[in-house]
């Protein structure tokens, strides 16, 4: 059990004009023992910010602390993160047995491999006999099983699930996020679960994070976000996501208000969402970076010009969720991450 | 395994083969020679100097009487493993060069990138005589010159296909398990690269063959005594006028070498490959295919009866039969191995040998795509058809772009191809299509390479990809997979628009049955290799008929799942196509089975929604709590 603090971490790619900042001034708090879901549309730097714990990107500025011990990566010996890739048809080696992709990864320090292979094969619900089949043998819900089993061989402290099961079917989807969830409570493993579905984060997350553009936007107990979400990102996000009995989301329509000033506004901020350009990383917008595309900003409502202009995430933590927006709904209250218990947040 | 059968249909090529047995006569000629032919080819005979042809001296003789068919045929092994010496030097060297940036790390790999890149400006034989120079005259030094020569070349090679591998997931992995570099390289790298870099090798090697001999003809090779095939034609190259036999023999030999080499490497290299859209072996069931019912105009797609097999013999798609008419998106649900992909492909034309397509009747846009009418329409013809009309979209734009290729160039290429635009105009377009499929900055991301794209704007991009022409068939494997929920609305949208502006169909192909019901106008689950029910869109969230319908739809989490309990799964897993049940595949994970499930597969019956079970459940619309507990 070990809790993993983002400090004010930055990682840039490239230089020059092609210069490109992923993941822009992120602090971010896996408590110990607990799952923190990051939600966040393509590009917003989840991976980035994944790939940053583990040593896979390198950071501009900032640091990753483990129980308040900046991470070092070496080779060889424990280590204490662990990582779980999106896709289960490149993550493991077509030209390894999965026995010894997943003995490649107990610590030299540890426990006999062989013994460890099999436990861990049964550990994630797979036959032990398993282990002289190649990946190619494999379905995909099978092979994300030997990728879990090959994270938790390095027998991490927190665990980092990168769109674990957006490359599965619905059916397999299911038996891994059960699987996740029953390891993870009975192991008490923290947590990073990264996906771009909320319903699958809900499932599973304690805590839920929203990105955007490189940046946290909201952060809070997961009840709490997704009940009463304060950032407009976070709505738009909520109003996305699958519904029981939804057939077509497509487009949303305003509703028909009797005074037509507000009508009008309606209309002007479902279209803003409408044509909202995709985001581009390399020209952050200035002021909040969500305002080309917020149905509250200043492209509908002409009195938010200072949205233009003014950074709404430095001074977040002041208002709950820490939601970066200077027109959130909720009063200005802080959270405290850790002090939320499991039960309170459900 | 697949590979072992490809390595040996490759040998069952007529190309292939000749090439093998020519290389196999070569390499035992070279390793057999000398200890037969020795004696003959260094016996003095000075009774017959510098003689033409006779029958006792086949090829006529040299300066001091020699043999010189007896010596054409020992200097083969001085020629080859010099050759295949030089060939493994410049491997090596191309290895320790390509794979020195996993090696060093990111800036010394930089920098060895940039030699390479500079080494490999220079042409190999000005480098070879450079080098020649350098390490001096004899067999030695020319191995030297000829090895390093070929090794700017090997090292690119070596980089670009390290740089595929490095990049998948599994070397991250093993980094983050706290595996060195030396072993990743050895254990995850090199055994992965190994196949491609023997085959061009053996490609590099007839080559070598041929420069090796060009140092040996200007004397900077191998050195009397000793002689190989470069030395020989040398040494007659004087009396090319008088016995021209002499002078010819040895180039011969120096061709022909070569060229098995050369071909057998390309042979393997073709067969082992992943050349793009090449028509499959077409087969009809029923000889007549000539459509029957009247022609639909609305039609874009028909498909009756498809079947695609594997030797093994499996058979993964059973019988697949539907129709698309214009502007229609219809979506194909199931899961992973029912078939999905398989249909996509066939109608696509990109399913290779030795994969088996047969229907009674494929036809795109009234055209057959299969069968005796079309065999008769020329295979160009029909891929010039399928080049403009037809695009398709893939589940990992990753893997569908060249890495190494800027987007806006790789979109082009298509249309230069095809519609014979110019550069210019080809480019112009790919700018306007980047435009139309709402990539920001057009202009500048098209001179992007693909991993400067995040996913959703890769797959934006290939959307835009595909309307480089004017299609009229969209088709579109698993398009928003791993895509977030806004992102997947602008890619759905983005079809949508395309639909309705241009009157495009849509095949669109999902495990997720919730993107399908949101976008298409008629949706068919699929599994195990057959359509298991067909219904509107409209109907899927109440009207579902098929017990797996139902299932899937349930398994689905959303924001009103309960916390509290276990996800809902269908239990058991997707049959395995080598071995279908008898009666209806899906019988060992139904809990509504009866009897006569086990004796026969249902037929797709019904007409506007089509349903494939013994026993279809409620028709009277349930409320979606039943359809829940109906779960176990
Ligand atoms: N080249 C091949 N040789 C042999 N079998 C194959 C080949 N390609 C596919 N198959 C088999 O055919 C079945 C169906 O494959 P297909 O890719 O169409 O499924 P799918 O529904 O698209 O699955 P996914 O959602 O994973 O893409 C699989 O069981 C697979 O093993
Ligand atoms: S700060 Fe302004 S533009 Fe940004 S999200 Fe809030 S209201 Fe919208
Ligand atoms: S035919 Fe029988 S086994 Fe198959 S789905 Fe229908 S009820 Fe279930
Ligand atoms: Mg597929």
Redo the contacts with the bound molecule.
């Keep these: 059990m070990s809790e993993l603090r983002f400090d004010q971490v930055t990682v840039r790619y490239g230089a020059g004009r092609r210069a490109l900042t992923a993941v822009d001034g992120v602090d971010l708090t896996v408590p110990s023992g607990q799952v923190v879901g990051l939600v966040g549309e393509s590009g917003s730097g989840k991976s980035t910010l994944a790939r940053a714990a583990v040593g896979l990107a390198e950071l501009s500025s900032g640091q990753i602390l483990l129980d308040g011990v900046p991470l070092r990566h070496r080779t060889g010996g424990r280590r204490p993160l662990q990582m779980v890739f999106q896709d289960p048809y490149s993550s493991l080696d077509p030209r390894m047995t999965i026995g010894d992709s997943i003995a490649e990864a107990v610590p030299r320090s540890g426990p006999p491999r062989r013994e460890e292979v099999t436990r861990l094969l049964e550990l994630v619900g797979l036959d032990a006999d398993r282990a002289q089949a190649y990946p190619g043998a494999l379905s995909?819900g099978q092979r994300q099983r030997v990728a879990i089993a090959r994270a938790l061989a390095g027998q991490p402290d927190v665990v980092i699930a990168d769109e674990i099961t957006s490359a599965l079917?619905v059916s397999i989807q299911g038996t891994v996020l059960n699987l996740v969830r029953s390891l993870q409570r009975e192991l008490r493993l923290s947590m990073l679960f990264i996906s771009h579905n909320l319903a699958v984060v809900r499932y599973v997350s304690d805590y839920i994070a929203v990105m955007y553009l490189g940046r946290i936007v909201e952060f809070g107990p997961a009840a709490d976000v997704l009940g009463d979400p304060q950032h407009p990102y976070t709505k738009e996000l909520l109003a996305a996501a699958p519904r029981r009995g939804a057939t077509s989301l497509l487009d949303p329509v305003a509703p028909r208000l009797s005074d037509p000033a507000a009508q009008a506004v309606a209309e002007r901020a479902v279209q803003v969402v409408a044509e909202a350009e995709p985001a581009d990383p390399h020209h952050p917008p200035a002021g909040c970076r969500f305002h080309p595309r917020c149905p509250i900003g200043p492209l509908v409502l002409s009195d938010r010009e200072h949205c233009l202009t003014i950074d709404p995430t430095t001074d977040a933590d002041r208002r709950r969720h820490r939601a970066a927006c200077h027109h959130v709904a909720g009063a200005l209250q802080p959270v405290t991450t850790g002090s939320v218990s499991k039960e309170d947040s459900l | 395994m697949?590979r072992r059968a490809r390595w040996i249909a490759v040998l069952r090529t007529p190309v292939g083969a000749g090439a093998g047995v020519l290389l196999l006569a070569v390499l035992l000629l070279a390793l057999f020679a000398p200890l037969l032919w020795s004696d003959q080819a260094s016996a003095i005979d000075t009774e017959h100097l510098l003689e033409g042809t006779s029958s006792q001296h086949w090829l006529g003789t040299d300066s001091l009487g020699r043999d010189i068919f007896y010596r054409v045929l020992v200097a083969s092994r001085t020629s080859i493993m010099l050759a295949l010496l030089a060939t493994a030097l410049g491997v090596l060297a191309g290895l320790v060069l390509g794979t020195a940036p996993v090696l060093l790390g990111r800036r010394a790999g930089r920098l060895t990138t940039a030699l390479v890149n500079i080494a490999v400006a220079f042409p190999g034989l000005l480098l070879a005589l450079f080098f020649a120079v350098i390490f001096g005259v004899g067999a030695k030094g020319a191995v030297l010159a000829i090895g390093l020569a070929g090794a700017p070349a090997f090292a690119r090679l070596t980089q670009t296909l390290v740089a595929g591998i490095a990049e998948r997931d599994f070397v991250a992995a093993a980094r983050i398990a706290g595996v060195g570099r030396f072993r990743i390289l050895l254990r995850h790298i090199l055994p992965n690269i190994a196949e491609p870099l023997v085959v061009n090798a053996t490609i590099g090697a007839g080559g070598v063959l041929l420069a090796f001999a060009g140092l040996s003809f200007l004397g900077l090779g191998v050195q009397p005594p000793a002689y190989d095939w470069g030395r020989l034609m040398g040494e007659s190259l004087n009396g090319i006028y008088v016995h021209p036999a002499a002078a010819l023999a040895p180039g011969v030999a120096v061709v022909i070498a070569g060229l098995a080499f050369n071909l057998f490497g390309e042979a393997v290299a073709k067969g082992l490959g992943v050349p793009a859209l090449v028509g499959p072996r077409l087969r009809t069931r029923t000889p007549e295919t000539v459509p029957a019912a009247p022609v639909d105009d609305e039609a874009v797609l028909v498909v009756k009866d498809l079947r695609?097999s594997?030797p093994?013999p499996?058979t993964?798609?059973r019988g697949v039969s539907f129709t698309i008419h214009k502007g229609e998106i219809v979506g194909v649900v199931?899961?992973?191995?029912?078939?999905?992909?398989?249909?996509?492909?066939a109608v696509a034309q990109l399913?290779?040998p030795p994969?088996q397509v047969e229907a009674a009747e494929l036809s795109f846009l009234g055209a057959p795509l299969l069968g005796r009418l079309a065999d008769r329409g020329s295979a160009a013809t029909r891929r010039r058809l399928l080049g403009t009309s037809f695009a398709m979209v893939f589940?990992d734009p990753m893997t569908s772009f060249n890495p190494t290729k800027r987007i806006g160039v790789q979109l082009a290429e298509g249309a230069r191809e095809h519609q014979g635009l110019s550069r210019r105009q080809a480019m112009a377009r790919a700018v306007d299509r980047l435009r139309a499929v709402r990539v920001p900055a057009a202009g500048r991301r098209a001179r992007q390479y693909p991993h400067e794209f995040s996913g959703g704007m890769r797959q934006r991009a290939m959307i835009g990809m595909g309307l480089m022409g004017a299609p009229a068939l969209i088709v579109a494997?698993?398009p928003t997979t791993a895509l977030d929920v806004t992102v997947q609305r602008q890619v759905l949208r983005l079809l949508e628009t395309i639909r309705e502006t241009d009157d495009v169909a849509v095949l669109l192909?999902s495990?997720d049955i919730t993107v399908v019901a949101q976008v298409c106008d008629r949706v068919l689950v699929?599994y195990a290799?057959r359509i298991v029910e067909d219904l509107p869109a409209s109907d899927l969230a109440t009207g579902a008929r098929h017990p797996y319908t139902r299932a899937l739809l349930a398994a689905v989490p959303d924001l009103d799942t309960p916390l509290d309990e276990p996800l809902a799964v269908i239990p058991g897993r997707?049959v395995?196509?080598s071995a279908f049940p008898t009666g209806c595949a899906y019988r060992v994970r139904c809990e509504f089975v009866v009897e006569s499930c086990s004796a026969k597969d249902p037929e797709l019956v019904g007409a506007d929604h089509r349903v494939a079970c013994w026993n279809p459940q409620g028709r009277t619309v349930l409320g979606i709590e039943s359809i829940r507990t109906g779960q176990r």
């Design positions: 995909g079917d | 697949a695609v594997f093994g499996i993964p798609v199931g899961e992973s191995g029912s078939g999905k992909s398989l249909t996509a492909l399913i290779e994969g589940q494997d698993e192909i495990h699929m290799g997707p395995d196509p």
